[in-house]
Nanobody, 121 residues
Framework: QVPLVESGGGSVQVGDALRLSCAGSVYHFSRCCMGWFRQAPGKEREGVAAIDSGGATSYADSVKGRFTISKDNANNTLYLQMNSLKPEDTALYYC???????????????WGQGTQVTVSS
């Protein structure tokens, strides 16, 4: 089974943009739903954005208008475009996949290892 692999994280300044990528396989992208989650030190993992097989999306209130989730089924890649980054966006970002519609609840079956995003003021 090909794992989910995130990339694109880094250290940026307030207001900068980053695009995260999550490479998987048809095994993951044939599932209903995929999502991006993040976890900061000492905090619980929280949902950031989710997308279903029909392209419907969900976002956490804290990122609405700044982040955009999308996927390229032909290349088995999930994306998270993050604009206007803030220090509170600093976290380890994970992608996830499942055949069930968990939206922003971190109960997905398949997870990547995460990519670090650090936003400095």
């Amino acid at each position: 089974q090909v794992p989910l692999v995130e990339s694109g994280g880094g250290s940026v300044q307030v207001g900068d943009a980053l695009r995260l990528s999550c490479a998987g396989s048809v095994y993951h992208f044939s599932r209903c739903c995929m999502g991006w989650f993040r976890q900061a030190p000492g905090k619980e993992r929280e949902g950031v954005a989710a997308i279903d097989s029909g392209g419907a999306t969900s976002y956490a209130d804290s990122v609405k208008g700044r982040f955009t989730i999308s996927k390229d089924n032909a290349n088995n890649t999930l994306y998270l475009q993050m604009n206007s980054l803030k220090p509170e966006d600093t976290a380890l970002y994970y992608c996830a996949a499942d055949w069930r519609r968990w939206y922003l609840i971190p109960s997905y079956v398949y997870w990547g290892q995460g990519t670090q995003v650090t936003v400095s003021s």
